[in-house]
């Protein structure tokens, strides 16, 4: 988009979009809708809040944990799942229900199987991360160029070097591809766990804000959220255009 | 394309042809890259003439331009004295990746000029099948893109750009994409259709030797900024027939003059 | 071999069930009941038309829902694919959208409209708008240059290179979206029964866990997860057999 023979910049519209915000707001034709303004102001009371900073450290703690079980566990399965092909067989068609399965269905079940608390919520972000690592990862097994394997081959690499220094390697942007798409459904997954679960995290700060009708500390929860889950994904995606350079030259 | 080896005498090629095609002083930039500079080039009417280059010399986006699908900064194309805005039923495009439509059947395809000109379903597609015929895919009509090899693909493209009777046919790198063998029985089955059909060829090519035993006239054009470096009528051995140009001592002669003038140009 | 694909494929099921039936027989919770009752439980509540009642209510908001954002995500996602201004008006929003956890948005919704029909609908859009919108126009903008100047060249014009080829070449990645859509409608319309209102499989749900009737609970959650992986898995073959060799024809050999 340009405007007057100037480059706008790709995310600029979101201005627009506040300021159209505003106006609603300030025209006051609904409750729930107050100013960014109001809402900004806001947001800066409410992360200074003990229950704010309560919140954030919680879904922090569940998030990165899931994050790290769904990464060390599916990461591993997946290059396995690559290269044996009987294990491929007998796993691939659960994990391909579980990745389009509606998780959300099995958070009940959790709930009564590790109780209202953080370990259903840690469980529940590592189950709707890891699939699609485990599936990355296989395909970023499986797609290896023949002819780097044979070339691996006639050098006389040791099967432990030619795992470590070549497929590794040349799996990486497809592992890394799909920990950036994990990561991002754990955030979503992260939230679901605490809205169901509603007594830890965000989710008891919703039902607080909800229950008192603070809208506006209610959109700058959301609006601090938004902006963190945004950050961590377009962080992904540069940090894996960094490292997969190679990935289309291969 | 017509399958039949008769040889008909051809036609000696006179020294000033009246032209299908004139570009005058086409200039293209893109922000600051001068893509061609101040280029003026005729097209004999009736002949081939082969835009001949290294990669990145603009050939493709003169020929674009005469197509009308891309604007000169500036300078004008003339086609049969009628200034290019656009483009026209005049010309039509065979295309380097041959730009089928997937889901669509080969009938369909080579119809697609005649039903974007409006032409009713059954004429167009009566036109089509002959066509499709004369390039040598009878059979094929209700075949699919993906499931004709590359060299199939082309002739499809081809038989859409005959369907509209255009004067004038663009052609840019119509055979890089095909193997060799198809490629050689592609350029000879090129010479018949420049010789039965009465038409206007434009070939963009980056191999010499296809230049050389197709063209009428070559272009040899120099990069950055594009220009005409050397026009080169090759005349004696086009009425020996196609078996034997590849061997002809002014084929060979001039393929060597051409690569001696390109050889600088390559990286 | 044919057969051993399916072999496995029954292997793995029966791996699979069979933990499950001796993790429940063990038990490993008192809330854990082997794969058997809770079949016997899933057939006894499909036998008293429960479960299809369930469902019908259930799968309101999810079709309602599907619908509307199916509409109005392809039309925004080929206004946003064609035009440069719309990309870069609408884009940012849904690029957002797909990236935070929507699913925070639901108590809002819940005050604004209450616990009905609406706010369960509009749970199910918001999740599945964002993909549909982003592929529609990802799919709009990557139509092959060549393939539209082919069309041009032969002097299509700019409604028929729209109709003829750039929405022909897009509808398996939009196909796609819708697919993909789908599966994030099934997780709105779930979570809406479950976080807003418990009716039909969500009802089930939560009724039995409230009873301690697990065999029952485990049941419909197998039977959503069972319909949700059917039904993508028929989208998926409708839309291989749909749009075979799509891909495939424009590229060079």
Known sequence: MTLLGYRLPGMSSLLIWGLLWEIIGQMGLTFFVPPLSEVMATLWEVIQTAAFRKALYETAYAFFAGVFFAITIGIPVGILMGKSRLLDELLLPWVNVFLSAPLTALVPVLMVLFGFGMKAIIITTTLFAIWIIILNARAGVRQINRSLVEMAHSFGASPWRAFTQIYFWAALPEILGGVRIGIIRAVKGVIIGQLLISIVGFGALFELYSANFLMAHFWAVLIVLFALAFTISEFLAYLERRVSYYAAKR | ?267 | MPNRALLLKILSAALLFGAWEIAGRIPVSFAFPTFLESMSALFRMIGDGSLLIAYLETLQPLVVGVVISAVLGIGIGLWVGLSRTFDWLFSPIFIVMQAAPLAALIPLLVLAYGIGLTSKVLVVCIMAMPVIVLNTSSAVRNTPESMKEMARSYLASEWEVILKVVVPAASPVIFAGLRLGVSAGFIGAILAELKITPTGVGDIITFSRSIADYPAMYAAIFSIILLAVLFLNLLEAIETALFKGNQRGYVSD
Not at chain 2, 38 to 48: A, M, N, T, V, W
Not at chain 2, 137 to 156: D, I
Not at chain 2, 160 to 167: F, G, N, P, S, T
């Open chain 2, 1 to 267: 394309m017509d399958m039949s080896q008769t040889k008909t005498p051809v036609q000696p090629v006179d020294a000033a042809p009246d032209s299908a095609v004139s570009t005058r002083n086409i200039s293209k930039t893109y922000g600051a890259v001068e893509a061609l500079r101040d280029l003026s080039l005729e097209f004999p009417r009736g002949q081939l003439t082969s835009l001949l280059g290294p990669s990145g010399c603009g050939k493709t986006t003169l020929l674009k331009i005469i197509a009308g699908l891309l604007e000169p900064t500036s300078g004008t194309v003339e086609v049969n004295g009628k200034t290019v805005t656009g483009p026209g039923p005049d010309r039509a495009f065979v295309f380097q990746d041959f730009a089928l439509l997937p889901w669509a059947t080969v009938l369909r395809n080579a119809a697609f000029g005649l039903e974007m000109r409006g032409v009713a379903r059954a004429e167009r597609e009566d036109r089509a099948a002959h066509y499709i015929k004369e390039v040598g895919l009878s059979g094929f009509e209700n075949a699919y893109p993906h499931e004709l090899s590359g060299g199939m693909r082309q002739r499809v493209g081809l038989a859409r750009a005959l369907a509209v009777d255009a004067q004038v046919l663009l052609m840019d790198e119509p055979f890089s994409a095909v193997d060799e063998q198809t490629r050689r029985k592609f350029q000879e089955d090129l010479l018949n259709l420049v010789r039965n059909e009465n038409k206007t060829f434009i070939f963009v090519t980056h191999s010499i030797e296809e230049a050389v035993y197709v063209s009428d006239q070559i272009a040899i054009l120099l990069p950055r900024p594009s220009r005409v470096s050397e026009i080169i009528r090759p005349t004696g051995f086009r009425g020996k027939g196609v078996d034997n140009i590849r061997r002809d001592p002014e084929y060979l002669d001039i393929v060597d003059e051409i690569w001696a003038s390109l050889r600088s140009y390559v990286e």
